[in-house]
């Protein structure tokens, strides 16, 4: 669908300045005033009279850029105005995001402003029972926010149906495509109405992606605030370059700091490790990753968000659907493997217009690789070889460090593994890799 018609292509900078100009209603505009929220960013300005048009969207822009509100507010204000009603089983808006933490988060964005148009809306994802997501369907449900693997199994089951979906949006395609869910949301979207309208959220328009643009969006505009490898510059990026034995006390002089600080590892063991030794060093963190049980990830991202712990110790995929502001430091204690990734990462901090710090820890034999990652993304960040109280770290986490006591009997995480057992007791640091 849509393969031999043209891209529409706009890169809109002097866009209008209100949400009043863009053609919200005055209820969603008077509702994000009272959240403090007045002006549209880049995204929302350059998408929103297409979506609110009822065109098909292709938007471009970095995680963190304000792409909910672009395409929660043009979805919430079309199915208000749509004469269609609500039916069990057979949701009118659709968005399809690829981790069940993205999907938490934007419906929480999402619900109390539909509560205000007098919609209904629900979320649905694996790692949890199914029978509430069987009853609220059953109930009826204007807007499904959904992971893919979920809701093709209530689609499968009969449960859902989406022959009534107005509108689709797919959000952070490229995420999806790395994950390997395309198929199945090609497969989802084959179920939609090919008359509907469809928007497409993606930081990369990869090979795959562009695939789904061109069978499932018609005469898309396609809408990019900026480029793909273009450094934030309210972002700086620094390589420290440490020896192996250095590597933990400067990251735990690091996020001993003021403010959160997010440290990514490379495996879900990594994560569960360093969380420990942070603990055991005083420094209050917990971890995201796959091994965790939903409910523990929900309640460790909560801890984080809420400011009941300061770091956040996660792997690549889990980080996904990290949406939390205020994000100060972000640090590869596992350097990444390729460029996408490293932007991925990076961009959970210096979030719509915000300042924010990017550190990559590096031992010697990572240097090389890690230059060449660099390259890739566009970046040149400032390497320097350190020991533990250079005083550049205290200028890239400024601020009084705050140690509790070392605890060698916590917990890195509230709750179990998915495997039921108890975390063990946690060890002393040792200068192993954390990956």
């Not at 891209?7 to 002097?14: F, G, S, Y």
């Not at 690091?254 to 590892?265: N, Q």
């Amino acid at each position: 669908m849509g393969a031999s018609r043209p891209h529409l292509a706009r890169t809109t900078t002097d866009a209008p300045k209100t949400f009043a100009a863009l053609g919200l209603p005055a209820v969603l505009v008077n509702a994000l005033a009272g959240l403090g929220i007045t002006a549209p960013l880049p995204i929302q300005s350059a998408t929103m009279a297409d979506s609110l048009a009822g065109r098909d969207v292709l938007g471009r822009a970095r995680t963190g850029s304000g792409k909910t509100y672009a395409f929660v507010l043009p979805m919430l204000t079309r199915l208000s105005a749509s004469a269609a009603g609500r039916r069990a089983g057979r949701p009118r808006g659709l968005i399809l995001v690829p981790t069940r933490e993205l999907a938490t988060q934007v419906e929480a964005s999402l619900a109390p402003l539909a509560k205000l148009m007098n919609l209904r809306t629900m979320v649905v994802f694996g790692g949890v029972s199914a029978s509430p997501q069987i009853s609220g369907l059953r109930a009826g449900v204007d807007i499904l926010v959904a992971c893919p693997g979920r809701l093709a199994d209530h689609v499968e089951a009969g449960r859902a149906l989406l022959d009534a979906v107005e509108i689709t949006v797919v959000d952070e395609a490229d995420h999806m495509a790395d994950l390997g869910f395309l198929p199945v949301v090609r497969r989802l979207l084959d179920r939609t109405p090919r008359s509907g309208q469809r928007l497409l959220f993606s930081a990369t328009l990869d090979a795959e992606v562009d695939v789904l643009v061109r069978r499932f969006l018609t005469e898309p505009v396609r809408h990019s605030v900026d480029r793909v490898t273009a450094p934030v510059e309210s972002m700086s990026h620094h390589v420290l370059q440490v020896s192996q034995e250095d590597r933990f006390p400067v990251l735990v002089d690091l996020a001993a700091a003021p403010g959160r600080t997010l440290v990514f590892t490379r495996t879900k063991r990594g994560a569960r490790t360093l969380t420990r030794r942070l603990v055991a060093a005083g420094v209050p963190a917990v971890e995201l990753h796959g091994n965790l049980a939903q409910a523990a990830r929900t309640r460790n991202l909560r801890a984080f968000s809420d400011g009941q712990v300061t770091t956040l110790v996660a792997t690549d995929i889990a980080a996904r659907g990290i949406h939390v502001d205020d994000v100060v430091l972000v640090v590869h204690a596992d350097p990444p493997v390729e460029h996408k990734a490293y932007l991925h990462r990076s961009g959970r901090t210096a979030r719509a217009g915000a300042a924010g710090t990017v550190v990559t820890l590096v031992t010697d034999d990572q240097v090389v690789g890690t230059r060449e990652m660099t390259r890739k993304a566009g970046l040149a960040p400032t390497t320097t070889r350190l020991r533990p109280g250079h005083p550049l770290l205290a200028r890239l986490a400024p601020g009084r460090r705050s140690l509790g006591a070392a605890k060698n009997d916590v917990p890195a995480a509230p709750g179990r593994t998915r495997r039921g057992r108890s975390h063990r007791r946690a060890s002393a640091p040792t200068p192993t890799p954390f990956v």
